[in-house]
T-cell receptor, first 115, second 117 residues
């Protein structure tokens, strides 16, 4: 059902610590996933993506883990910096055989980095 | 590369007025998406185009909303008449199909913050 006003979950971490942001996706047939970062007043910015034939993918300071069994996605940020403070969204895509370029976004997690 | 360009960045209008939002996708991208973001509903896809053709408009809230893409470098989202509940940030995004890869990352513009009084 719909949320009556979104209440963003918040993750508060100390600068230099590692952050783990979790996402539960809805469709077991989804086969492409993206993490986006959205800073205040800006559009979402691509961080990293992963396809369902992989369990793990690494970027610069970020790692995405995919567990298809429990429909769970996580984003790990190493050595979190103040500039990492933002809302993080996961998004999924499902292949329907027709119009397939549609991303479904989660509600987001606010990452607050304490200096 | 200038990225996705949207205009205006801010729009304040009165209920009943027509509103037109504009988007220029990244050159060479063949997909264009319009999203709406609110605190109540999060980020919602309204419509997307492939090669200037609307593919999925199931997210368009009602007939007051319409979108066009007359060429590969320009799209508009129009609301007529506007209502206070249309107040939101509207994002345009674009992406490019690479070979047989079905979907790739979408690049978002800075958004248009619409306030309908």
């Amino acid at each position: 059902g719909e949320s009556v006003g979104l209440h963003l979950p918040t993750l508060s971490v100390q600068e230099g610590d590692n952050s783990i942001i979790n996402c539960a996706y809805s469709n077991s047939a989804s086969d492409y996933f993206i993490w986006y970062k959205q800073e205040s007043g800006k559009g979402p910015q691509f961080i990293i993506d992963i396809r369902s034939n992989m369990d793990k993918r690494q970027g610069q300071r970020v790692t995405v883990l995919l567990n298809k069994t429990v429909k769970h996605l996580s984003l790990q940020i190493a050595a979190t910096q103040p500039g990492d403070s933002a809302v993080y969204f996961c998004a999924e895509n499902t292949y329907y055989g027709g119009a397939t370029n549609k991303l479904i976004f989660g509600t987001g997690t606010l990452l607050a980095v304490q200096p | 590369d200038a990225g996705v360009i949207q205009s205006p960045r801010h729009e304040v209008t009165e209920m009943g007025q027509e509103v037109t939002l504009r988007c220029k996708p990244i050159s060479g991208h063949d997909y264009l998406f319009w999203y709406r973001q609110t605190m109540m509903r999060g980020l919602e896809l309204l419509i997307y185009f492939n090669n200037n053709v609307p593919i999925d408009d199931s997210g368009m809230p009602e007939d007051r909303f319409s979108a066009k893409m007359p060429n590969a470098s320009f799209s508009t989202l129009k609301i007529q008449p506007s209502e206070p509940r249309d107040s939101a940030v509207y994002f345009c995004a674009s992406s490019r199909r690479r070979g047989q890869v079905r979907i790739n990352e979408q690049f978002f513009g800075p958004g248009t913050r619409l306030t309908v009084l």
